[in-house]
């Protein structure tokens, strides 16, 4: 869509949008019942595992100046990549709904005008950020991102300024609350490169980018954990309405959903782009923008856990091929129409990651399927090199 070449600034602003997010705080909600300091263990460890991988990622789109569904072909062909770019498409459109029916929701609890009406303004905000353009945003960009700073630095003063609510409930195990930490980062996973493929150095960039993303994501987390122990509300819209933040308020939520949001909405588009090569991403990415805020008008989403779980349970073996495939065995299956040993070793990377939903590590289930499937994928294709050899 944009070829300008991005500078570090300008990525880590995308992430730090990113970043900010009222899904990240309802996810950090969820470790409550774990108490502070083990919740902030859980996050911390959740994000790093999480943000190495993202940082990976980026680097892999940032060197081939590829999008993130186009760097796929590299490990699965040109129809694995078009498989790929299809469920990622999906899952984007899925994001974007649920992303504004959030911001939506939590909006409605501010000002209460009906969530569907609040699911039309933030979906059209979002509109404008697609129709304005990633490299053109420039000073709206910065301006909203420097509100949101100061704005969260408020509502953690309100939140954190009287911790005499700390109580654990002990009935979150410390695995499930690492998998809850690194869910977040995941799911940007099969998206970094479409934003680190024009940076002007993608090395940098993408750790730019991981590391914005890293220490916004674990603040948001804390703040909903905090909100959660710390006063008698588990809705964040209500903390914000007894701290008499009002417009405030409104504002934290409204621009935090659409500057996270519209990067859901951008690379679907860009994915949409690897599927009909003719087609524009920009256009794309408004179909969906407007079928996310028809879904987020339309269905109920408050449970989301099933969706973060089949989200990882796709791409985290995709991207543990990759990073195989990529920085040890520097395997390129661009010309191949399907890499069929890399497909088969990422159907067992999927089995294996829904086998370890079950099991209780104390680092979670993603990160141990993909070590096993990245460990897996490097002996499949060593041994696969030897026969040909022979």
């Given at each position: 869509?944009?070829?300008?070449?991005?500078?570090?600034?300008?990525?880590?602003?995308?992430?730090?949008?990113?970043?900010?997010?009222?899904?990240?705080?309802?996810?950090?909600?969820?470790?409550?019942?774990?108490?502070?300091?083990?919740?902030?263990?859980?996050?911390?460890?959740?994000?790093?595992?999480?943000?190495?991988?993202?940082?990976?990622?980026?680097?892999?789109?940032?060197?081939?100046?590829?999008?993130?569904?186009?760097?796929?072909?590299?490990?699965?062909?040109?129809?694995?990549?078009?498989?790929?770019?299809?469920?990622?498409?999906?899952?984007?459109?899925?994001?974007?709904?649920?992303?504004?029916?959030?911001?939506?929701?939590?909006?409605?609890?501010?000002?209460?005008?009906?969530?569907?009406?609040?699911?039309?303004?933030?979906?059209?905000?979002?509109?404008?950020?697609?129709?304005?353009?990633?490299?053109?945003?420039?000073?709206?960009?910065?301006?909203?991102?420097?509100?949101?700073?100061?704005?969260?630095?408020?509502?953690?003063?309100?939140?954190?300024?009287?911790?005499?609510?700390?109580?654990?409930?002990?009935?979150?195990?410390?695995?499930?609350?690492?998998?809850?930490?690194?869910?977040?980062?995941?799911?940007?996973?099969?998206?970094?490169?479409?934003?680190?493929?024009?940076?002007?150095?993608?090395?940098?960039?993408?750790?730019?980018?991981?590391?914005?993303?890293?220490?916004?994501?674990?603040?948001?987390?804390?703040?909903?954990?905090?909100?959660?122990?710390?006063?008698?509300?588990?809705?964040?819209?209500?903390?914000?309405?007894?701290?008499?933040?009002?417009?405030?308020?409104?504002?934290?939520?409204?621009?935090?959903?659409?500057?996270?949001?519209?990067?859901?909405?951008?690379?679907?588009?860009?994915?949409?782009?690897?599927?009909?090569?003719?087609?524009?991403?920009?256009?794309?990415?408004?179909?969906?923008?407007?079928?996310?805020?028809?879904?987020?008008?339309?269905?109920?989403?408050?449970?989301?856990?099933?969706?973060?779980?089949?989200?990882?349970?796709?791409?985290?073996?995709?991207?543990?091929?990759?990073?195989?495939?990529?920085?040890?065995m520097k395997k390129d299956s661009t010309v191949k129409a399907l890499d069929v040993v890399s497909f088969a070793v990422w159907i067992v990377g999927f089995i294996i990651y829904r086998i370890l939903m079950k099991v209780d590590m104390p680092v979670g289930n993603t990160f141990p399927c993909m070590i096993i499937t990245a460990v897996l994928e490097l002996i499949v294709i060593k041994t696969a090199l030897t026969i040909r050899k022979k």
């Amino acid at each position: 869509m944009e070829n300008k070449k991005t500078g570090l600034y300008a990525n880590g602003l995308v992430w730090f949008g990113a970043g900010v997010s009222i899904a990240e705080i309802l996810t950090g909600m969820a470790l409550a019942p774990l108490g502070m300091e083990k919740g902030i263990y859980a996050i911390l460890l959740g994000h790093v595992i999480g943000c190495v991988l993202l940082f990976l990622a980026g680097v892999i789109g940032g060197k081939t100046g590829k999008s993130s569904m186009e760097t796929v072909k590299i490990s699965f062909g040109k129809y694995g990549s078009i498989f790929f770019a299809i469920l990622n498409v999906i899952q984007l459109v899925g994001w974007t709904g649920i992303m504004i029916y959030d911001g939506a929701l939590s909006a409605n609890g501010i000002k209460d005008i009906g969530v569907w009406i609040w699911c039309l303004v933030i979906g059209g905000l979002i509109l404008i950020w697609i129709l304005i353009g990633l490299t053109k945003l420039g000073i709206i960009n910065t301006i909203a991102m420097l509100a949101l700073f100061v704005l969260t630095i408020i509502l953690s003063v309100i939140i954190f300024k009287d911790n005499g609510r700390n109580i654990s409930a002990e009935d979150l195990s410390f695995g499930a609350a690492v998998e809850l930490s690194v869910a977040m980062p995941l799911s940007w996973l099969p998206l970094i490169s479409d934003y680190t493929r024009n940076a002007e150095k993608p090395v940098k960039a993408s750790a730019v980018s991981a590391l914005v993303y890293g220490l916004v994501s674990c603040w948001m987390y804390v703040i909903g954990m905090g909100a959660s122990l710390f006063t008698e509300e588990s809705d964040i819209a209500n903390v914000m309405v007894k701290a008499g933040l009002g417009i405030a308020g409104l504002l934290i939520i409204v621009f935090s959903t659409v500057t996270t949001t519209f990067l859901d909405a951008y690379s679907g588009g860009v994915s949409a782009g690897t599927i009909f090569s003719k087609l524009s991403e920009k256009w794309a990415a408004v179909a969906v923008a407007v079928i996310g805020t028809a879904g987020a008008i339309i269905f109920p989403m408050d449970d989301i856990t099933d969706f973060l779980y089949l989200i990882g349970s796709v791409f985290a073996p995709m991207i543990a091929i990759q990073i195989a495939d990529y920085f040890v065995m520097k395997k390129d299956s661009t010309v191949k129409a399907l890499d069929v040993v890399s497909f088969a070793v990422w159907i067992v990377g999927f089995i294996i990651y829904r086998i370890l939903m079950k099991v209780d590590m104390p680092v979670g289930n993603t990160f141990p399927c993909m070590i096993i499937t990245a460990v897996l994928e490097l002996i499949v294709i060593k041994t696969a090199l030897t026969i040909r050899k022979k």
